[in-house]
């Protein structure tokens, strides 16, 4: 799957999210929305932290043959 514009990323999921930093490399991480109220929202990576996210793919299914 290709990097998907962060409008059309699903709310109620953990995704992975690219996150375009202004001061050094872009970053991708896995994160989720949290919303609290219309002021207290945003995309959040697995720390917590509000990221400036711009784009979003799905998690990748796990490998298999793993723990069989």
């Avoid at 930093?21 to 917590?48: K, Y």
Wanted: net charge negative; glycine share 8%; aromatic share 10%.
């Amino acid at each position: 799957m290709n990097w998907q514009p962060i409008e059309t990323a699903p709310k109620n999921a953990y995704v992975l999210l690219f996150v375009d930093i202004a001061i050094g490399p872009p970053l991708i991480v896995q994160g989720c929305w949290f919303e609290v109220d219309r002021r207290d929202r945003g995309w959040i990576d697995t720390n917590g932290n509000v990221v400036p996210v711009t784009h979003w793919m799905p998690l990748p299914s796990p490998p298999t043959g793993v723990n069989e």
